[in-house]
């Protein structure tokens, strides 16, 4: 039973840190695409950070770029989203998702195709 747990969030000020972690079981995450995705209040779900399954390739959204860095800790099968100078408008649940179909070279999940864990609230206010 593949599954996937997030956790980290919370209330943070503008310009603070978080970090996300997305713990997985049932299956050794190494073998598959990890993807963080975001949906705040009226919008749709959108991509965050991705990395692949094979040499680490990420994948980053320009609205992230420069202030998140995704990584892998395989020994921990988690995947965690450093995530600097928060801003307002980085205010939504995250979700961590992976592909359950995982190819080579994939680097982020087929949103449309994956196992999603159940989001955690990230909130950046003053």
């Known amino acids: 039973q593949l599954q996937l747990v997030e956790s980290g969030g919370g209330l943070v000020q503008p310009g603070g840190s978080l970090r996300l972690s997305c713990a997985a079981s049932?299956?050794?995450?190494?073998?598959?695409?990890i993807g963080w995705f975001r949906q705040a209040p009226g919008k749709e779900r959108r991509v965050v950070s991705c990395i692949s399954s094979s040499n680490g390739s990420t994948y980053y959204a320009d609205s992230v770029r420069g202030r998140f860095t995704i990584s892998r800790d395989n020994a921990k099968n988690t995947v965690y989203l450093q995530m600097n100078s928060l801003k307002p408008e980085d205010t939504a649940i995250y979700y961590c998702?992976?592909?359950?179909?995982?190819?080579?070279?994939?680097?982020?999940?087929?949103?449309?195709?994956?196992?999603w864990g159940q989001g955690t609230q990230v909130t950046v206010s003053s």
């Open positions: 998702a992976t592909d359950p179909r995982t190819i080579a070279n994939m680097i982020c999940p087929r949103a449309h195709a994956a196992i």
């Open positions: 049932g299956f050794t995450l190494d073998y598959y695409a």
